[in-house]
Protein backbone atom coordinates (compact mmCIF):
# COMPACT_ATOMS: atom_id res chain seq x y z
CA UNK A 1 0.00 0.00 0.00
CA UNK A 2 1.65 3.65 -0.81
CA UNK A 3 2.06 5.78 1.99
CA UNK A 4 1.65 9.30 1.23
CA UNK A 5 3.54 12.24 3.21
CA UNK A 6 1.56 16.09 2.18
CA UNK A 7 3.61 19.57 3.29
CA UNK A 8 3.47 22.72 1.88
CA UNK A 9 0.76 23.96 3.40
CA UNK A 10 0.34 27.34 5.63
CA UNK A 11 -1.40 30.43 6.21
CA UNK A 12 -1.22 33.43 3.36
CA UNK A 13 -4.00 36.08 2.53
CA UNK A 14 -6.16 36.11 -0.19
CA UNK A 15 -5.01 36.37 -3.41
CA UNK A 16 -1.88 34.72 -2.63
CA UNK A 17 0.12 31.44 -3.59
CA UNK A 18 1.22 28.39 -1.95
CA UNK A 19 2.94 24.86 -3.46
CA UNK A 20 1.94 21.48 -1.99
CA UNK A 21 4.08 18.69 -2.12
CA UNK A 22 3.06 14.98 -1.45
CA UNK A 23 5.73 12.07 -1.45
CA UNK A 24 4.93 8.68 -2.71
CA UNK A 25 6.33 5.73 -0.38
CA UNK A 26 6.62 3.91 -4.15
CA UNK A 27 5.83 4.09 -7.98
CA UNK A 28 2.34 4.83 -8.28
CA UNK A 29 2.90 6.98 -11.74
CA UNK A 30 0.74 4.28 -13.60
CA UNK A 31 -2.36 5.28 -10.84
CA UNK A 32 -4.50 8.47 -10.49
CA UNK A 33 -3.56 10.37 -8.21
CA UNK A 34 -4.73 14.24 -7.02
CA UNK A 35 -5.69 16.19 -3.85
CA UNK A 36 -8.61 16.30 -1.76
CA UNK A 37 -9.79 18.81 1.09
CA UNK A 38 -12.09 19.02 3.78
CA UNK A 39 -13.00 22.60 5.69
CA UNK A 40 -14.29 22.46 8.87
CA UNK A 41 -18.36 21.32 9.50
CA UNK A 42 -18.11 20.23 5.73
CA UNK A 43 -17.80 17.01 3.70
CA UNK A 44 -14.63 15.84 1.66
CA UNK A 45 -14.32 17.68 -1.65
CA UNK A 46 -12.08 16.65 -4.32
CA UNK A 47 -9.82 19.26 -5.83
CA UNK A 48 -7.48 17.84 -8.70
CA UNK A 49 -6.71 15.01 -10.09
CA UNK A 50 -4.08 13.35 -12.75
CA UNK A 51 -3.99 10.46 -14.81
CA UNK A 52 -0.75 8.04 -15.31
CA UNK A 53 -0.24 10.32 -18.79
CA UNK A 54 -0.81 13.09 -17.10
CA UNK A 55 -4.15 14.30 -17.51
CA UNK A 56 -5.87 16.44 -15.53
CA UNK A 57 -8.89 17.54 -14.42
CA UNK A 58 -10.39 19.57 -11.80
CA UNK A 59 -13.47 20.66 -9.56
CA UNK A 60 -15.13 23.59 -11.00
CA UNK A 61 -14.42 26.25 -7.68
CA UNK A 62 -10.95 25.77 -8.31
CA UNK A 63 -10.22 25.65 -12.20
CA UNK A 64 -7.77 28.19 -13.88
CA UNK A 65 -6.14 29.07 -10.28
CA UNK A 66 -5.51 25.47 -9.36
CA UNK A 67 -2.41 23.09 -10.91
CA UNK A 68 -2.13 19.73 -10.10
CA UNK A 69 1.56 18.00 -11.89
CA UNK A 70 3.75 15.21 -10.97
CA UNK A 71 7.11 13.83 -11.10
CA UNK A 72 7.79 10.32 -11.60
CA UNK A 73 11.09 10.29 -11.30
CA UNK A 74 10.38 11.74 -7.66
CA UNK A 75 7.79 10.03 -6.83
CA UNK A 76 6.04 13.22 -5.87
CA UNK A 77 2.65 15.13 -6.44
CA UNK A 78 2.38 18.78 -6.38
CA UNK A 79 -0.73 21.06 -6.07
CA UNK A 80 0.33 25.27 -7.03
CA UNK A 81 -2.31 26.98 -5.65
CA UNK A 82 -2.57 30.79 -7.04
CA UNK A 83 -5.00 33.37 -6.42
CA UNK A 84 -6.19 31.86 -2.91
CA UNK A 85 -9.46 32.64 -1.97
CA UNK A 86 -10.59 32.50 1.85
CA UNK A 87 -12.80 29.16 0.70
CA UNK A 88 -10.13 27.78 0.03
CA UNK A 89 -9.52 27.57 3.76
CA UNK A 90 -8.78 23.68 4.14
CA UNK A 91 -7.33 20.54 5.43
CA UNK A 92 -5.46 19.20 1.64
CA UNK A 93 -5.05 15.22 1.50
CA UNK A 94 -3.07 13.87 -1.33
CA UNK A 95 -5.00 10.79 -2.57
CA UNK A 96 -3.56 8.04 -5.22
CA UNK A 97 -5.82 5.37 -6.62
CA UNK A 98 -6.78 3.39 -9.72
CA UNK A 99 -9.92 3.89 -11.97
CA UNK A 100 -11.07 6.75 -13.15
CA UNK A 101 -8.82 9.74 -12.58
CA UNK A 102 -11.44 12.38 -11.83
CA UNK A 103 -11.63 14.96 -8.74
CA UNK A 104 -15.03 13.24 -7.71
CA UNK A 105 -13.05 9.87 -7.83
CA UNK A 106 -10.21 11.09 -5.76
CA UNK A 107 -12.09 10.46 -2.50
CA UNK A 108 -12.21 6.63 -2.52
CA UNK A 109 -8.26 6.28 -2.91
CA UNK A 110 -5.21 6.02 0.20
CA UNK A 111 -4.34 9.36 1.53
CA UNK A 112 -2.04 10.92 3.60
CA UNK A 113 -2.14 12.69 6.89
CA UNK A 114 -2.81 16.21 5.37
CA UNK A 115 -1.51 19.72 5.20
CA UNK A 116 -3.48 22.55 6.34
CA UNK A 117 -3.80 25.75 4.31
CA UNK A 118 -5.49 28.96 5.50
CA UNK A 119 -6.69 31.60 4.07
CA UNK A 120 -7.28 35.12 5.55
CA UNK A 121 -9.11 38.03 3.88
Known amino acids: EVQLVESGGGSVQAGGSLRLSCTASIYFGGGCMGWLRQAPGKEVEGVAAISSGGSTRYTDSVKGRFTVSKDDHKNTLYLQMNSLKPEDTAMYYC????????????????RGQGTQVTVSS
Open 95 to 110: TAWWGYCTPSDAVFGN
